[in-house]
């Protein structure tokens, strides 16, 4: 394994990774890893290794397991993140999957980890091929683990079970089995049960195994393709959002799509990845193609699909604000990506604010839903005007409304002002919105 040391430093150094997280369940494959990541730290003193073990309370071992991993973290000073959860058998492993990487991603934003380790290995990679070519799944299935894949590194996919375990015992490890392996209830088990007792033919895993290459071919080469020709589809970009011209829907595959909106979050958004089932997507791509505007679906725990006229938006959640108190008409004042000041009035009756208004308490805040404004012939709603203005349902959420001390709209900025009788231009101000914070 002093090969593996050097391929991980090595990675590390490249990435100028120093904060990472090892998921660990106390079985031999992860503490293999924590052992090959322990020597790793000998020669790179600036790496902080933290564990994270989820006790799903489901075999006669869990408590054992979860015991072990305290004393590792205790022995060698690592952090170590513990999630206690009791799951039954329905669906067990794909809850337990979902509800132990929802936690990782959790951590990672908390602790700002800069990768997380997996000790998934050529067995489970051989494991996971069989039951994609049993579901005769689509070909980016057909990649199976990946080794690298976004905040995810599985450094001993490479390694098989045996190798990990003569490693174990040459190195005196102790690790904890986990009874519920040998249930063949379980599909994977099932499959590891067939493999162990040779009922799949040698030629068989070397088909799986070109299938699998040419799908990573495959992958990047689309991969490129996206990087190449984005730009020609993206109308706006933050790192809160991303707006998407709906004629890519021209170009694109459902598929392919699936596989561009991936490749957009991961590369977009900070730390940010998509985990989409088939029927999810499904039904995503139904709303893209035949939703009405306004509809909007989540893609994942964290990240919004809004369908808007000719566009999607793929959004992360962002922290209300609070009315911002206007007290200073010198100041400028930030309200998400809007940037607000004012100066001396210019001929805009859009933006045109009177001062004593300003110095009465007025507010910066979000627009309610039956917000109105007076105008010169008529009282108008602020949602009629942000439609008649062509604004879009996520653009409302976070649009600056200025308000009296009352809470009475006093300006939807390059939108709308109220009328007011006794305008003296003499003492108003003209209210500067600027956008910023766009890529």
């Known amino acids: 394994m002093k090969s593996k040391v050097n391929e991980i430093f090595k990675y590390f150094l490249d990435n100028k990774i120093k904060n990472v997280l090892l998921s660990i369940s106390s079985g031999v494959d992860s503490l293999v890893l924590l052992h090959v990541l322990l020597r790793t730290r000998e020669i790179n003193n600036k790496l902080n290794i933290s564990l994270f073990h989820t006790n799903y309370n489901f075999h006669n071992k869990s408590n054992d397991a979860e015991l072990l991993c305290r004393q590792i973290s205790s022995k060698f000073n690592l952090k170590l993140h513990l999630l206690n959860k009791k799951l039954n058998n329905k669906n067990f492993e794909h809850n337990a999957r979902k509800i132990r990487y929802n936690e990782i991603f959790r951590l990672v934003k908390e602790y700002n980890y800069d990768k997380v380790l997996t000790a998934h290995n050529y067995n489970d990679q051989l494991e996971t091929l069989i039951m994609k070519d049993n579901d005769n799944a689509n070909w980016i299935s057909r990649i199976g683990i990946r080794k690298k894949n976004h905040l995810l590194y599985r450094p001993i996919l490479d390694i098989n079970k045996k190798q990990i375990y003569n490693y174990a015992k040459k190195n005196n490890l102790i690790w904890i089995e986990d009874s519920t392996n040998k249930d063949i209830s379980f599909t994977r088990n099932k499959i590891r049960y067939l493999i162990s007792k040779n009922r799949y033919k040698k030629i068989y895993y070397n088909n799986l195994i070109k299938l699998k290459n040419k799908s990573d071919v495959k992958y990047f080469d689309y991969l490129n393709k996206f990087k190449k020709n984005s730009k020609d589809f993206i109308l706006r970009k933050s790192k809160y959002f991303i707006e998407i011209n709906l004629n890519f829907l021209d170009f694109f595959s459902s598929l392919e799509t699936k596989l561009f909106f991936n490749y957009l979050v991961s590369s ?8 989409i089932t088939d029927s999810h997507w499904f039904n995503i791509y139904e709303i893209i193609k035949n939703g009405r505007n306004g509809t909007s679906i989540n893609l994942s725990n964290r990240i919004l699909l809004q369908k808007e006229r000719g566009s999607i938006i793929i959004s992360i959640p962002r922290t209300l604000n609070n009315k911002i108190l206007i007290n200073d008409e010198n100041e400028t004042y930030n309200w998400y990506d809007s940037h607000i000041s004012f100066k001396s009035f210019e001929n805009n009756d859009m933006n045109i604010v009177p001062i004593n208004l300003i110095k009465n308490g007025s507010y910066i805040s979000h627009w309610k839903k039956g917000d109105k404004i007076r105008l010169k012939n008529s009282t108008k709603k602020i ?3 942000f439609i008649n203005n062509k604004i879009s349902n996520y ?10 001390n009352k809470g009475n709209v006093i300006c939807v900025p390059d939108l709308a ?7 003296n231009k003499s003492k108003c ?6 956008r910023g914070d766009l890529k």
Request: aromatic share 18%.
């Open 268 to 275: 977009s958004f900070k730390d940010e990845a998509l985990k």
């Open 395 to 404: 653009d409302k959420l976070y649009y600056p409304v200025i308000r009296g």
């Open 383 to 385: 949602s009629d005007i």
């Open 417 to 423: 002002t109220m009328y007011y009788s006794k305008f």
């Open 429 to 434: 101000l003209s209210l500067i919105m600027k």
